[in-house]
Structure formats: C-alpha cells, structure tokens
C-alpha cells in the first residue's frame, strides 16, 4: 500500500501511545503527546525528528521516569514518542511502558502533575519579570527568546535581562532537571558570555534536593528564589 505524503498535512499520531507526556528541554514545557501532535504538521514533526538524533539541537524527556525520548513514525503514518533506551526506562520503572496498563486514575494524576507543574513554571517566571522590572539597573527582560549560537546550536532562555552591560539568563527551576542539562546550559550562557542563574519557587525544609545542593556549592552559597512576598517588596 501506498501511504500518501503531503508536508502541510496535519500530523496524527498513533492510536495508542508510548510515552503519553513529555518535557521539552528548551523552554521546560510539558507536552501532553496526543493533542500536542495534532497541532503540528507533517513538515514540523518529520524535521524535529532529526533535530532530536541529533547532538545539543532540541531534546525531549518522559515526564514519568526523566530519560529521554525520540520521535518514531509507526508504518501507517502516526507518530509517537518511545525511550531512546529501553532498559533505563524499565530500571526506573517507568509507566509508560509496551504493554504496561495505565488505569484511568494513573493517568489522571500523572497529566494533574504536568499541568500544575506547567502552570508553577509560568508563574515563576512571571514572578521574576515583576522583580527585574522593579529595579531599574535592569534592561526591559526579554521573555523566551531565541539565541542562537554558530557552534552550539540554539537555546531559549526562560527570562533574559542585562545588568549593566552583562547578559544575564534566567531559567526557572520548579521541577527535576538533570545534572546534565544544568552542566550543559550554564557551558551555552558562559560561552555566549552570559551569566546564568537558576530560580526556585520554593526550598524544601528538610531534605535539600539533589540540584538545590549542587546549585548552592557552585554559586558561592546562593540560591535564588522568587515568591509573591519578595516580589511585593521589590516593587514598593
Ligand atoms: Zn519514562
């Protein structure tokens, strides 16, 4: 059988799907893989493809167990989202799995963490303009704009200002990331001379996560955070 190819076509995906949602790198936005696909076309997915084989261009991880993900095309024309590495997904014992059931009530949970976690994200970010527009040594901030670097690809910085004539980058920090994207980041800013730094919304009290710690030991011992109280000081 012939399958029909048009690149303006909206893209489907398959019936049944692997990793239901996942998390861009780029900006951080969680991504419900099912309506999501239906708002691209042919061109769009069959190009991101190659942009995720592909070294430090766009990355995408499940939002269950972190491990990253590619796009594959099933032979009848839908696309969905698999792990890169089985077994990593099976050690962590990831949800989404081939022939692992989701009940309903799973599943509802998990898509309520992505959408709340979507909407901390926003928040924070928001947050964090207010405070920089408060403080006139800061430029107007820039809200996730594109750079791009000849050599490194292209990053989107969450909230981007300048400090006097130094470049800062802002990115906020509301759920897991992994050690290497942080690496990875900070290496793109420093190369492109800006300075980045991580915003929290939130400390944990008792048990510091991981990142907090690695974060606070790299920064000379600062770690920032943003909330409405700091943001109401800083605008009176
Ligand atoms: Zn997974």
């Not at 790198?25 to 691209?40: C, F, H, K, L, P």
């Not at 959408?115 to 928040?123: D, L, V």
């Not at 710690?213 to 943001?231: I, K, P, R, W, Y």
Request: net charge positive.
């Amino acid at each position: 059988m012939v399958i029909p190819f048009n690149p303006n076509d909206r893209a489907k995906s398959t019936a049944t799907l692997q990793v239901e949602m996942v998390r861009r790198a780029s900006d951080g936005e969680i991504i419900e893989v099912r309506n999501w696909i239906a708002t691209q076309t042919e061109k769009q997915i069959h190009s991101l493809r190659l942009k995720i084989r592909r070294e430090n261009s766009e990355n995408f991880s499940c939002f269950y167990c972190g491990h990253d993900v590619l796009l594959r095309k099933h032979k009848r024309g839908g696309h969905y989202f698999a792990h890169k590495e089985k077994t990593a997904a099976e050690k962590a014992d990831c949800i989404y799995q081939q022939n692992r059931m989701i009940s309903s009530e799973e599943r509802d949970r998990i898509r309520y963490h992505g959408q709340r976690e979507g909407m901390r994200h926003i928040k924070t970010k928001e947050l964090t303009v207010r405070v920089l527009r408060s403080d006139p040594r800061f430029s107007e901030p820039e809200i996730e704009k594109r750079w791009t670097s000849f050599s490194d690809g292209w990053r989107k910085p969450d909230v981007a200002s300048k400090w006097n004539a130094q470049q800062i980058v802002f990115e906020v920090q509301v759920s897991n990331t992994y050690p290497q994207v942080v690496a990875e980041r900070t290496d793109f800013y420093r190369k492109q001379g800006a300075l980045l730094i991580w915003i929290y919304d939130r400390l944990k009290e008792k048990d510091w996560r991981t990142l907090h710690a690695d974060n606070f030991c790299s920064n000379g011992q600062h770690l920032f955070l943003v909330d409405e109280e700091c943001v109401i000081l800083s605008e009176t």
